[in-house]
Structures are given as C-alpha cells and as structure tokens.
C-alpha cells in the first residue's frame, strides 16, 4: 500500500510551532481551499435551512412521524445505490468539473422546492421525488468532493487539518442554518428557506471556478466499471483498518444519526414547542459539534484515532439514551451538545484514517463506500427508527438507537489491538511509527510505538 507523500506527524509537529491558531486553520494557506472553505460555508449554511424547513414542512403537512423518515429515506437511498459508481467516475474524470455540475444540480432543486412551497401547490409527493432528485446528485457530489479536497492542498500533510476545518463549516452551519430557518418559517415560511438555500449554492460554484488545480495522473487506459467497482470493493473488505472503520461509521448512521429526523416530533410533541424549538435543538448539536472540530483540529497526530473514535461512539450512544428520557428542554439542549461532540469526533477520525490509509489512486471508490456507510445507510436508520417511533414513540425510538451505538463502540474497541497491528506497517513507511526490531521491540523512540 502506497502511503501519501511527506510525514503527517512531522508536518503537524511543525505546524504546531506556529501557535494555536494557525496550527488549527493551516489549511487555509492553500489558496484552493481558502476559495472551498469560504464558498462552501455559504452553501452549508442554506442546506441546514433547508433541512430543517423540509421536515418541518412534510411533518406540517402529514404530522406523521413515518413520513419524516420516509422523506429522509428518498433524499438518501441514492448514495447507497449510487455512490460505488460516482466513485469509479471520480478516479476517472476532472473531479472539480463532476462537483461544479452537482452543485448547480441541487440549486436547481431547491429552486424548484421553494416555487412549489411558495405558490402553496407542493404536496407530499413533490417532495419525495424532489429528495429522490437531490439525493442522485449527492450521490455523485459526496465521495467526488471528500476525494478532491487533497487537490486543493499544496501539502497533502494538512489533509487532516482540511477535514476538520471542512467539519466545522458544515457543524457551525448546523447552528447558524436552523437559527435562521425557524425564524424564517415562522414570518415567512418553508419557501423562503428553499430559495435561499438555492441562492448559497452559486457561492460554491462560483469558488471552484476561480480555482487553479494541478492535473492528477490518471491511468491511460480504465477496465470496465465493472472490474473497477470489484477492485474497489476487495480493497475495502481486503484490509480490516478501513473495514472496520466503515463498520463503525455505518452503525451509528443506522442506529444513531436518524435521531435527528424525529426533532420536529421532539420540538412539538415532547417539549411542547414549535419550528424555533426545533431550531435551538438542532443549534445545541451544532455547538458540540463545533467543539469537536475545534478539538480534532488541534490534534498533530492520526495516531491513538481508533480509541478516540471508539470512545466518542460510546458517548453519543449514550447521550441518545439520556436525551430520549428528557422532558426538559435545557436538558434535552444540553445532551444533544453531547451528542454532537461525540458523534462529530467520531465522523472526522473515520474520514482523517480512511484518507490517511488510502491508496490514492482508489481514493474516489474507497470514498464512495466511506459515503455509503456515511448517508447511504441513513435512509434504512430514518425508515427503521421512524417506524420505531410511530409505534413506540420517537423516544424509545431513539433510546434504542442509541443503545445500538454503544454496542458498536464497544466491539470496535475490542478489535483495537489487531487493527493497530494491521496500520503499524503503514504508519513506519509514513514515519508515524518506529520500526520494530527482529526481537519485537520499538527501534528508535518507544513513544512513537502506534496507537490505533
């Protein structure tokens, strides 16, 4: 396995003599990702509004809480089904081109959201199909953009500072986006949020325009898609890092992440509030989340990222549990900041490993399935959890989410001794660890032995 060029560790290391605060946006020296990060917070910002405003307006409109999951399982189905292909495509193509046509894609969706909202003639239906519509356009988006961001970098070392700083665009989002959704819904109403977030889609398409990218060297002649897309795959199940990981992320988006479609359930239902109600909760998330980033931002090693991971699983798990059992909004608010951190610490170690392990030339495949496991499984948990809640109750639906993820975190942290022992060839040939010696010990500093 061919490792990224340069020493993460060292460069970190390095970055780190610059102080706290250039240490954590080193990233932004790279004109590429300064034009990403700032285009890009503008759109984030528009897509949380919409998220919001969507299920407000499906659960207004029915006041069912199977349809909430119903519609979140139409904007997501399609990475499952499509992902592996975009993958493929991404190794194949100009991936700024693929995510430039994606995006203009979702603009015209959101557009066509907020007319329909606006004229009062959007019906259940419309937004199924217009979900259906979006998610074929993340499908592609999602694992074409996670694999292009390295493009950006004139350092591939600061990757995983990128993704943090990536992290934190779309976590604060979450608290500005809602805060300004529910304000909107209520003076002006869902249709408002579409069209704005239609608008904050030319800021990223606008970005990636005035970007100046280096070419990537692309194999001259492809095999089928199909021999690709079974390349891809035994890569992924062949190493037990990158499965594992896979793994884990994909039980918390079955089990964990679909909580958050039951807010507007929890806002009206169990608090007794309204679309703001749903907004503060959703905000509180953001604010753990934005410490998480924060938190992974400031680390200078990939090192040690298994346990992180596996301990941040059991603490979102576990703050689900707690928040399905609140009647008290202050509560409620303050274990979903809980919940964000954890599960937001354990959504950036998954991406920062899997794009540390890769094999550049597999990036956009090994993505794609990173993408599955991220959204794909999502639409399954929003339809498991939402039947769960419509026959039990969005609490105990969620308990039981989040009951699942602390299993999960606890069978991930057994596997951590033979994982760590799978990466420690890897991590010697990128300088993160010392190289053993015949008789099993560390050669050099016993402290750069890996933690997994």
Sequence with gaps: MSPPKGNPD????????????????????????????????????????????????????????????????????????????????????????????????????????GVLTLTGTVQVWHILALGLALGMSNAFDIPTRQSFIVQMLDSPQDLPNALALNSLLVNSARIIGPAIAGRVISGWGEGQCFLINSASYLAVIVAMLAMRVRPVARRAVHPSLLTSLKEGARYVAGFAPIRSILLLLAAISLLGMPYSVQLPAFARDVLHGDAQTQGMLLGAVGVGAVAAVLYMASRSTVRGLGRIMAASCALFGAALIAFGLSHWQPLSMALLTVAGFGAVVQMIGANTLVQTLVDDDKRGRVMSFHAICFMGMGPFGNLLIGSLAQALGAPTAVILGGAGCVLAAVAFATALPHLGRAVHPIYVKMGIAAEPMPNGTLRGDLSQEVRF
């Design 10 to 113: 060292r460069a970190s290391a390095a970055a780190s003599r610059l102080g706290g605060l250039a240490m954590m946006t080193r990233a932004l020296r790279h004109r590429n990702y300064r034009l990403f990060f700032f285009g890009q917070g503008v759109s984030v910002i528009g897509t949380w509004m919409q998220n919001l405003a969507m299920g407000w307006l499906v659960y207004r409109l029915t006041g069912s809480k199977l349809l909430l999951g119903v519609a979140a399982f139409c904007s997501q189905i399609p990475v499952f089904c499509l992902a592996p292909l975009a993958g493929v495509i991404a190794d194949r193509i100009d991936r700024r081109r693929l995510v430039i046509a994606t995006q203009t894609l979702a603009l015209i969706q959101a557009a066509a959201l």
